[in-house]
């Protein structure tokens, strides 16, 4: 998650990675099909 942030400039003051934003940003992607289709199971 650190690195997805960082990579995509979700970077808040102090330097630090801002996860919720990172978080939000991967679920709406997930949401709207753009990360490609994926399959969740229970294991």
Same mark, same amino acid.
């Given at each position: 998650?650190?690195? +997805? ?6 970077? +808040? ?18 949401? !709207?099909?753009?990360?490609?289709? +994926?399959?969740?199971? !229970?294991?």
């Amino acid at each position: 998650m650190l690195a +997805i942030g960082k990579k995509r400039g979700c970077i +808040i003051s102090g330097g630090k990675i801002d996860e919720e934003k990172t978080a939000r940003m991967l679920l709406d992607e997930f949401k !709207n099909g753009i990360l490609g289709k +994926i399959t969740i199971e !229970n294991c």
